[in-house]
């Protein structure tokens, strides 16, 4: 099975960026499609950003114009850089196929972004 392990994330203050990234491991992505997902306290996991095999990207409305996702499918890679983070964006931060299977995912990073 197909291991999913996300770093990048950490404590930033309102405006700051940051840089996700996702590795796989044990097998190379063979979907069409990858995605950073998120999930704040209290709230469902909802996808923010989502990118084709051919490099095709999509966001939703919240963090368009400021999230940009990518890939690098040699490396079984997905990236998210983050300019002009807002507290909204606090949650941890996932990355996996899409549409995303039910049981498997990894621990995800922790976003926070405080003054």
């Known amino acids: 099975q197909v291991q999913l392990v996300e770093s990048g994330g950490g404590l930033v203050q309102p405006g700051g960026s940051l840089r996700l990234s996702c590795a796989a491991s044990?097998?190379?992505?063979?979907?069409?499609?990858m995605g950073w997902y998120r999930q704040a306290p209290g709230k469902q996991r909802e996808l923010v950003a989502s990118?084709?095999?051919?490099?095709?990207?999509n966001y939703a409305d919240s963090v368009k114009g400021r999230f940009t996702i990518s890939r690098d499918n040699a490396k079984n890679a997905v990236y998210l850089q983050m300019n002009s983070l807002k507290p909204e964006d606090t949650a941890v931060y996932y990355c996996n196929v899409v549409p995303p299977p039910r049981n498997n995912w990894g621990q995800g990073t922790q976003v926070t972004v405080s003054s």
């Open positions: 990118i084709t095999r051919s490099g095709s990207a």
């Open positions: 044990g097998s190379r992505f063979s979907t069409p499609a």
